[in-house]
Each structure stands twice: as C-alpha cells, then as structure tokens.
C-alpha cells in the first residue's frame, strides 16, 4: 500500500463553506483558533459535513524572530441559516490545478509528506502560490490521514 500519494492537477472542490481568516498569526496559536472555532459551530448547532480545512498563506518572520501565518480555517456545512458575521460564507470554494498529497501512515513520518510534495514540485519545475491547504480526517498515534492540496503557480 501507498504511504504517500501524489495526485496532479486537481481541484479542491468544496461547497457551502463557512470561513475565519486569522491574519499574521503565531503559529504556535493555531490549534486553539482551531479549537475556538470548533467550539463556535457547535454553540450555535451547525452541522458540519467535512473535517476542518486549514489554508496557510504568507509566512514571515518578524522583528523579534516570530514566525507569522496567514491562515484562513474552512469547513463545509449544511444550511447557512443564521450565520453569524465572525464567519465568512463561500456557496462553492474552488482551488484549481493543485498537486494533492496524502499521506496514511503514522503520524511519525508525516514530515516526509511535505517533503515528498516539495521534491514532486522541484522535479516537475512548479512554482507555488505560497499557499497550502490541509485536511485531517483521521489522526491517532497510532494513523493519520491528511491530505495536502498545493495549487501550481508557475509550470
């Protein structure tokens, strides 16, 4: 079985979307923004029906040595009754002409993912948008199922 996967030109295709942009974020700080906005949609009983998307953009270091993020965290919905403004709303989400990486394996070697997509782009003379969006839809010590989608620049 395939650990890692590659895929070429693929859409990340999702539908019904609700969004929160987190600009110039520590990256240390994600996975309670994470948390905060899971906990936002289950306050106010909205169904999601795909995993948490994370969008990374604009990487930048700082004055004082901090690395900086723009991160935008998506999931797709059903409805979109009474969405509040801490939310943005997409009716289709479309990226086009991405490399898609997944990975299923322990979560030991998920490094090797990013890797692997990033000699893929230097092989076939990608260039990138600066941009990256993760899926994780199973994650335990023991598995992980992520899946990267990295749109092409510049062929």
């Known amino acids: 079985m395939e ?13 019904n979307v609700i969004a929160h942009k987190l600009n110039d974020m520590i990256v240390d700080q994600l996975d309670w923004e994470i948390h905060n906005f899971e906990n936002k949609i ?28 723009d991160y935008e965290i998506l999931v797709e919905i059903e409805g979109t009754s009474n969405l509040p403004d801490y939310f943005s709303y997409y009716g289709e ?26 000699v893929y782009f230097y092989e076939m003379n990608y260039e990138d948008n600066g ?7 199973n994650y335990s010590e023991e598995n992980c199922r992520v899946e ?8």
């Not at 650990?3 to 539908?15: G, P, R, V």
């Open 3 to 15: 650990k890692i996967k590659i895929n070429d030109n693929i859409e990340l295709k999702l539908n």
């Open 42 to 69: 289950a306050l106010l009983g909205i169904t999601c029906i795909s995993p948490i998307i994370v969008k990374s953009s604009g990487t930048k270091i700082n004055e004082v040595g901090e690395i900086r993020v």
């Open 93 to 118: 989400y479309h990226v086009p002409n991405c490399v898609q990486v997944i990975f299923d394996d322990s979560p030991e070697y998920l490094g090797m993912a990013s890797q692997k997509m990033n």
């Open 131 to 137: 941009e990256l969006f993760t899926i994780i839809s």
């Open 148 to 155: 990267y989608f990295k749109p092409i620049a510049k062929v």
